[in-house]
């Protein structure tokens, strides 16, 4: 790549320039840390694949790429986490960052990634690129007179910490999970240095003694914030919250994340809280063709479905795909010109309809779809009737 006079090349980076990764992030991001935070975050890093872009032996800009897992119909598939892009004031707006994203898009292909996600600082920015919002979440605000408590259910709580962690919270977490599309596959190392931290774990146990769900919470300064509210049966979501009422003499708010469609707020004495909602994560099918091969495709009386996709910055992606039988994917690289007899839309408009964030008819309305409507109508009866959820940072 030149830019100017320049000749810049994409590194990745090793061990050794790790710091130089750290000090960018410390400026972009504006925060300093102990020289002992930075030991264990640049170990923290072993696991990434950083790339960065160098002028006059100067990390310029940088990105990195993180290997995660998550669900997807039962199954765990790879998915690529893009964090710390950051460039310094003085090389911004030279293209260091597209020529990065680029870049990445074909190390996540090559390592089998097949969708990447994100926490973007601008959507606008990244949606160039192909990433497109695909889950939300509320977070409800209860005052202390909000904590009116339901009839009693027979299981019982149990408090843990990180220091007597228990894996009932990950069977919990990941019979959920199954109920949603894209949530992480966690392990039991990131449950306990990233999820629980310093962090109270409560799980409501029925009288057979099977974990059925639990809140990841704190309090402090009179205040109670839940991080996750998560059940696997109303039992556990009755149960939870009168351990939730039962902070009245502890705490004058609450706040309370959970997902956009939860029943939760429908069960409460007085369900008109306060709700916030919010956008939370951005993601971008990285390689469609295998994506489809896994993809949970719902049996229907349709023999074939075709469309076609558009994507600017993985052109391995942009071609016609027919869906036969639900179940063999046949591609050609190809779009046509003339009056298309098949559905075409961007990878973007893609995502977000087999991520289940927007529908068919939905895309059709805001004009994301061109040729045949009636083909991305078809697609979307082989979809899952299922929705997205994120409620992992990284």
């Not at 410390?26 to 990434?48: G, L, P, R, T, V």
């Not at 007179?145 to 007597?164: C, H, M, S, W």
């Not at 229907?300 to 036969?324: C, K, M, R």
């Amino acid at each position: 790549m030149m830019i100017g006079a320049i000749n810049l090349n994409i590194t990745k980076l090793q061990p050794s320039q790790f710091r130089e990764a750290l000090q960018l992030s410390e400026y972009a991001f504006q925060f300093q840390i102990s020289e002992e935070e930075a030991e264990k975050k640049i170990e923290s890093y072993m696991d990434h694949d950083i790339y960065g872009m160098y002028e006059d032996e100067i990390l310029a800009a940088k990105i990195h790429i993180r290997p995660f897992h998550i669900w997807l119909n039962g199954q765990k598939i790879r998915m690529g986490g893009i964090a710390n892009v950051a460039t310094y004031p003085e090389y911004r707006r030279n293209g260091y960052i597209r020529e990065l994203l680029t870049h990445s898009l074909a190390e996540m292909k090559e390592k089998g990634q097949l969708v990447s996600y994100l926490h973007p600082f601008s959507i606008g920015f990244y949606r160039k690129f192909g990433w497109e919002t695909f889950s939300n979440y509320i977070k409800i605000h209860f005052s202390k007179a909000d904590l009116i408590k339901q009839n009693e259910v027979p299981g019982y709580i149990k408090r843990f910490t990180k220091k007597n962690y228990t894996r009932d919270v990950e069977t919990i977490y990941d019979e959920y999970a199954q109920r949603f599309i894209g949530m992480f596959a966690r392990d039991e190392n990131r449950w306990k240095d990233t999820i629980i931290n310093d962090r109270n774990v409560a799980i409501y146990y029925n009288l057979d003694h099977e974990p059925l769900g639990y809140i990841l919470y704190q309090v402090a300064n009179s205040k109670m914030e839940i991080r996750e509210f998560v059940t696997t049966q109303h039992e556990a979501r009755v149960g939870l919250w009168n351990f939730i009422c039962q902070h009245d003499s502890m705490v004058t708010e609450i706040e309370m994340n959970t997902y956009e469609t939860d029943p939760f707020l429908f069960t409460l004495a007085n369900p008109d809280m306060k709700v916030h909602r919010l956008t939370y994560g951005m993601a971008r099918i990285i390689d469609v063709q295998e994506f489809l091969n896994v993809y949970p495709f719902q049996p229907t009386n349709h023999e074939s479905v075709s469309f076609q996709i558009i994507d600017e910055n993985a052109p391995w992606n942009t071609g016609t795909y027919t869906l036969s039988n639900q179940s063999t994917i046949s591609y050609s690289p190809h779009i046509e010109q003339q009056e298309m007899s098949c559905s075409c839309l961007t990878i973007n408009h893609f995502t977000a309809l087999l991520f289940r964030y927007k529908s068919a008819q939905e895309l059709i309305d805001i004009g994301a779809i061109k040729g045949n409507k009636e083909e991305i109508l078809k697609l979307e009866e082989l979809l899952p009737k299922v929705k997205p959820n994120l409620m992992d940072f990284f």
